[in-house]
């Protein structure tokens, strides 16, 4: 079964992460109603079951609850997908919603980059500081151990900009981690 379990207790946050690669039930409760709906079309949108929990010092504001969920949800990633054998590897997707657009590109290649290029007009979604956004994603994907390349190029609406750029990464895991043919590595150096 490809899926882990990681918690994580700081001084600024408490967090529970469950993931199933493969499926299951969906919630997110962090005390951010946006992060809630955000972490909840990732888990529909990329067919994971997905149950995050977490208490962060949210009357600082809302990095520390962003930045710490993507390190314990990308460890918890990093888990379920063990060695990274059998995986297709690599996945892209693009999200138009409304007047935005996201495009995703991503390799599961134990050398975590990302590439991320958004701009918002809006400082908040809800409680949810839009600055933070590329803090969750440096986060799970540096220790997810992914290459992530996230491009919003153009869209005047912070929420469906970051939702649409959610459920891109989502879409493009769900292709990265779909069985290859012969359940190997696909690697030239037969390791990732």
Known sequence: MRAAKVERNTKETKIKVALNLDGGEVKAETGIGFFDHMLTAFGVHGGF?????IEGDLEVDTHHTAEDAGIVLGTAFKQALGEFKGITRYGSF????????????????NRPFLVYHASFEQ????DWETCVTEEF?????????ITLHIDVPYGSNAHHQIEAMFKAVAHA????????????????????
């Not at 079951?49 to 929990?53: A, F, S």
């Not at 400082?123 to 809800?126: K, R, S, T």
């Open 49 to 53: 079951g997905l149950d995050v929990k």
């Open 173 to 192: 895991l769900k292709i990265a981690i779909a069985p290859n043919a012969d359940n190997s590595v696909l690697s030239t150096k037969g390791v990732l």
């Open 123 to 126: 400082e908040l979604c809800g």
């Open 94 to 109: 693009s999200i138009p919603m409304d007047e935005s657009l996201a495009n995703v590109s991503l390799d599961i290649s």
């Open 137 to 145: 994603w440096r986060a799970f994907a540096m220790n997810a151990g």
